[in-house]
């Protein structure tokens, strides 16, 4: 029978815990689903631009459910997250939304603290008409499935996403594009919107000094106690 003394037996413990805490330990990153503010508002979170990805950028509208596309065609909105488009109400009005892609667009922070390379985002997203690209800093995301792309709406179906790769320290810039497909009897266009309700998002930390000292302070122990053991 080993005996291990109480002082190593603290430093182990001690040691095992720093060490669990390091792996186990997850910050929240600081992003947000569509249209978390009242709906007829700026999305003060998203913006977007007609195109893939570049152009000018406005503030993104979170769409008032009050007639169409709710009611029938949109999937109902829910305190987790709303449909946000370039205009906040399309009763009335379809003119300014033709057939074309749009992109929609978020920000996020990674901090000194955090080590990108471990971020992970997971979601899902529905589009009207149909999803056409995830893109991470300027590069699209490798996703299974676009919505609309394997029948059912894309404005009435989840279709879920992950992100494991692509994150930079400072800002980081997530883009969906959207493509607005038919056109209404008076070919003056037709609603397109976004909408993206992330379900986590996390970085872990850059582990501090202390915790590598301590870390280190356990090895030894470990080290020692083996000394002990063949003695
Ligand atoms: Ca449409």
Redesign the pocket.
């Known amino acids: 029978m080993i005996k291990i003394g109480e002082n190593m037996k603290k430093t182990l413990l001690l040691a095992s815990l720093v060490l669990a805490s390091a792996v186990a330990h997850a910050d929240v990153l600081n992003i947000y689903s569509t249209g978390v503010s009242a709906n007829g508002s700026s999305d003060t979170h998203w913006t977007f631009a007609q195109g893939l990805g570049s152009g000018v950028f406005s503030a993104a509208q979170i769409v008032s459910t009050a007639g169409f596309p709710f009611n029938g065609a949109w999937s109902a909105d829910t305190a987790t997250s709303s449909w946000i488009a370039p205009r906040a109400s399309y009763v009335g009005n379809l003119s300014d939304?033709a057939y074309s892609t749009y992109t929609f667009q978020t920000t996020f922070t990674i901090g000194a603290g955090d080590n990108a390379a471990t971020a992970l985002i997971n979601g899902a997203w529905q589009a009207?008409?149909i999803g056409v690209q995830v893109s991470l800093n300027g590069h699209a995301v490798a996703v299974s499935t676009l919505p609309g792309a394997s029948g059912g709406a894309g404005y009435q179906n989840w279709t879920p996403f992950t992100i494991s790769s692509g994150f930079q320290q400072g800002v980081n810039t997530l883009q969906f594009t959207v493509l607005?497909?038919?056109t209404d009897a008076g070919n003056t266009g037709?609603?397109?919107g976004l909408r993206v309700e992330f379900s986590g998002a996390t970085v872990s930390p850059v582990p501090e000094p202390e915790s590598y000292a301590l870390m280190g302070l356990g090895l030894a122990g470990v080290l020692l106690a083996r000394r002990r053991r063949r003695a």
């Open positions: 939304s009207d008409n607005n497909t038919g037709n609603p397109t």
